[in-house]
Antibody, heavy 122, light 107 residues
Framework: EVQLQESGPGLVKPSQSLSLTCSVT????????WGWIRKFPGNKMEWMGY???????SYNPSLKSRISITRDTSKNQFFLQLNSVTTEDTATYYC????????????????WGPGTMVTVSS | NTVMTQSPTSMFISVGDRVTMNCKAS??????VDWYQQKTGQSPKLLIY???NRYTGVPDRFTGSGSGTDFTLTISNMQAEDLAVYYC?????????FGAGTKLELK
């Protein structure tokens, strides 16, 4: 069974970088696409970006140059780095696998990690 | 960005009710909409993809419909286990965008 697990610091100081790891078991990250989504206090959800099976990436323009998603295929992990964080980045962060239905190209998040809460505070 | 406006924000319902919630896109997104259910303390769970396709294992009381800008999720015969927040997501445009959610609560 596909399982994802986020890990990383629960507290980050303003202006520093947030770094999270998503460890995947039961499926290779060299297949499919793999994304990061966050949920803010108050329930708003935001798509942050993804890394593909080939290592290409796509990001939410609202995160501008602050975001980077990378991977380590030898460990079957992918990573989120968000630079210059502010209190507005306080959220629960989820990693998820994309499923894609061909030939319609419908896609969705079919497997999610349990989420990790990150608080930005001095 | 494509704004997904969900309504209502919350609903008070009874077991056995038929529940309908809506999602309106600020531009045409075709049928590129998913619906997710999130229970308290859990990660979101996929219910519907491509506006109307029920995901594997999802009970048939969940039905999605719509295209273009207007989408609906219907729960027939509401069960207590369906109490959750429901989100729509459009993936037709970058960035993909979520609605603000519809919370189902017991009367």
């Amino acid at each position: 069974e596909v399982q994802l697990q986020e890990s990383g610091p629960g507290l980050v100081k303003p202006s520093q970088s947030l770094s999270l790891t998503c460890s995947v078991t039961g499926y290779s990250i060299t297949s499919n696409y793999w994304g990061w989504i966050r949920k803010f206090p108050g329930n708003k959800m935001e798509w942050m970006g993804y890394i593909s099976y080939s290592g290409s990436t796509s990001y939410n323009p609202s995160l501008k140059s602050r975001i980077s998603i990378t991977r380590d295929t030898s460990k079957n992990q992918f990573f989120l780095q968000l630079n210059s964080v502010t209190t507005e980045d306080t959220a629960t962060y989820y990693c998820a696998r994309y499923g894609i239905v061909m030939p319609t190209s419908h896609w969705y998040f079919d497997f999610w990690g349990p989420g990790t809460m990150v608080t930005v505070s001095s | 960005n494509t704004v997904m406006t969900q309504s209502p924000t919350s609903m008070f319902i009874s077991v056995g009710d038929r529940v309908t919630m809506n999602c309106k896109a600020s531009q045409n997104v075709g049928t590129n909409v998913d619906w997710y259910q999130q229970k308290t303390g859990q990660s979101p769970k996929l219910l519907i993809y491509g506006a109307s396709n029920r995901y594997t294992g999802v009970p048939d009381r969940f039905t999605g419909s719509g295209s273009g800008t207007d989408f609906t999720l219907t729960i027939s015969n509401m069960q207590a286990e369906d109490l959750a927040v429901y989100y729509c997501l459009q993936y037709n445009y970058n960035p993909n965008t979520f609605g603000a959610g519809t919370k189902l609560e017991l009367k």
